[in-house]
């Protein structure tokens, strides 16, 4: 019985997820902060399948089986970035201490009619990105996100600042449409923003090193950077307690090849690049790691086997 991330339900219901939003903008962030201890234990003692993909993921990131106590702290670092979205995406954002680490790499490559394709992962939070665009209108921001996989999550989010949905292109369209308004995006010299690190049951990938092990990676955000012919720079936002976000920008390549007989050695290559910055990240600060499912195996498997849990058994993906 398949466990493909995709396959997994959104963790929280509507009600839970605007309840916490409710509380955070009435109450403020420290009184929402502690709602977080109780919903870090819930996390723990009823959702098997990701307390195992926990304990998994930091064992093979930090080289030793973690405590119970690191992966609840696993679980309270992802849950404290979600309560963030609320005030990051709201006119509260201001509030944060986020700092910008290779923002010159980026502008240096920043042209009026080319855009630059931006790889992020699901490390850390995304929504510093979008945030930090906020304050400049003349960086157009254009972000591909799967708005079906998490629809209370989205509709959230789209209600505390319309603007930022305006930004989103639906990654469930149409390829062709896709295309289409990437290539647009791209013409209008906007910053192109995607995630990189998940790919779906039927999408073609590439194999990669990662941590010590063989893992896939989608080849579609690897190639687009040719097929745009955009440069392409590594995009995390790295939570680091409190109220601090550390938002870093890595060229990965300036061009890449668009004949067909060197595409494949520069998605590989490529895709290769990404990955190693993405360990060197994610080992300085595992708690930051958001891919609630087995990585390595995509299908999942063996954490749902080991973890006693079925397909009708609700996760976080």
């Not at 790499?105 to 009026?112: A, G, I």
């Not at 799967?146 to 149409?174: E, S």
Request: proline share 6%; aromatic share 8%.
């Amino acid at each position: 019985m398949s466990e493909h991330w995709r396959e997994r339900r959104e963790g929280g219901g509507r009600v839970a997820i605007w309840l916490i939003r409710t509380i955070a903008l009435r109450l403020g962030r420290p009184v929402a902060r502690l709602c977080l201890y109780p919903i870090t234990l819930y996390f723990f003692l009823r959702r098997p399948y990701e307390r195992r993909v926990s304990y998994a993921a930091l064992d093979r990131i930090e080289g030793r089986r973690p405590s119970a106590w690191r992966v609840m702290c696993h679980i309270h670092r992802f849950a404290s970035t979600l309560l963030d979205r609320v005030f990051l995406l709201s006119d509260r954002y201001t509030r944060f201490d986020e700092r910008m680490h290779g923002l010159d790499e980026l502008v240096t490559r920043m042209q009026p009619d080319r855009g630059v394709l931006l790889l992020g992962a699901h490390v850390g939070s995304f929504e510093v990105l979008r945030v930090a665009t906020l304050a400049h209108p003349e960086v157009k921001l254009r972000v591909v996100l799967d708005t079906h996989k998490t629809p209370a999550q989205t509709a959230l989010l789209h209600a505390l600042n319309p603007a930022i949905g305006h930004g989103v292109i639906d990654a469930g369209r149409p390829p062709t449409e896709i295309v289409l308004a990437l290539s647009e995006a791209a013409a209008e010299g906007a910053l192109i923003a995607l995630l990189a690190d998940r790919a779906r049951a039927d999408e073609r990938c590439v194999m990669v090193d990662f941590c010590g092990a063989p893992a896939p990676l989608p080849v579609a955000p690897f190639a687009l950077g040719g097929i745009l012919k955009v440069p392409v720079v590594l995009c995390l936002g790295m939570y680091r307690g409190g109220n601090r976000y550390d938002l870093y920008f890595e060229p990965l390549a300036d061009a890449l090849p668009v004949g067909r007989g060197e595409r494949t050695a520069a998605v590989q290559a490529l895709a290769q690049a990404y990955a190693a910055r993405l360990e060197h990240h994610v080992r300085q600060d595992p708690c930051n790691w958001f891919n609630w499912h087995d990585f390595w195996n995509p299908e999942g498997r063996g954490v749902a086997a080991a973890a006693g849990v079925g397909a009708d058994s609700p996760g976080r993906a």
